[in-house]
């Protein structure tokens, strides 16, 4: 099954670390595809957060790193604030789809 | 700078088709992917397929193989994705993301507004 699994929600208080997981299978993450990560703030498109596992498109704050080891990624978020607050997605390819796969989302609700 | 414009939203009734466009620019528009994604109502982002601008070549994810067409046209840098007997199920954001780099897989940066598809009767 094509599966990137993600809590369905983190929350945190202004200043503290928050750690997203993002757990997939042999045929994505644990065959050696990279992770993306994106941010969508509401009633907006997905932005683009963190690329190829750990690397972060200019303007994205260094509060943003992810990382990844076997089949598995996370993204963490140091010194949250109140503009965090958002849904963020992992993606990475899979081979049994031949295409691309979302995990199911992350809402983060900063306290 | 880079942009994606999208068209707007669309109401159909079950059965029939909805083409959505995508208009690029601030780059060379063949050079880089598109990829279209759904996101319905209060859930996730769901892949569709993806489109090279250059050759017009077309992989679509399974689940979307014989109702979605994707095509593009280069002398107005736009990319089209028409969906094809809709129903419920449907109903949902349509968006376009351009490739983040032009070779390999670094992810989809920048995305289009999205388009609104509903679909009712």
């Known amino acids: 099954q094509s599966v990137l699994t993600q809590p369905p929600s983190v929350s945190g208080a202004p200043g503290q670390t928050v750690t997203i997981s993002c757990t997939g299978t042999?045929?994505?993450?644990?065959?050696?595809?990279?992770v993306h990560w994106y941010q969508q703030l509401p009633g907006t498109a997905p932005k683009l957060l963190i690329y190829v596992n750990t690397n972060r498109p200019s303007g994205v704050p260094d509060r943003f790193s992810g990382s990844k080891s076997g089949t598995s990624a996370s993204l963490a978020i140091t010194g949250l604030q109140a503009e965090d607050e958002a849904d963020y997605y992992c993606?990475?390819?899979?081979?049994?789809?031949?295409?691309?796969?979302f995990g199911g989302g992350t809402k983060l609700t900063v306290l | 700078q880079v942009q994606l414009m999208q068209s707007g939203a669309e109401l159909r009734e079950p059965g029939a088709s909805v083409r959505v466009s995508c208009k690029a620019s601030g780059y060379t528009f063949t050079t880089y992917y598109i990829h279209w994604v759904r996101q319905a109502p209060g859930q996730g982002i769901e892949w569709m397929g993806w489109?090279?601008?250059?050759?017009?070549?077309?992989y679509s994810a399974q689940k979307f193989q014989g109702r979605v067409t994707m095509s593009r046209d280069t002398s107005i840098s736009t990319a089209y994705m028409e969906l094809s007997r809709l129903t419920s199920d449907d109903a949902a954001v349509y968006y376009c993301?351009?490739?983040?780099?032009?070779?390999?897989?670094?992810?989809?940066?920048?995305w289009g507004q999205g388009t609104r598809v509903t679909v009712s009767s």
């Open positions: 489109i090279d601008p250059n050759s017009g070549g077309t």
């Open positions: 993301a351009r490739v983040h780099r032009n070779y390999g897989d670094f992810g989809f940066d920048p």
């Open positions: 042999s045929s994505n993450i644990g065959a050696g595809f990279d």
């Open positions: 993606q990475s390819h899979d081979s049994s789809l031949s295409g691309s796969l």
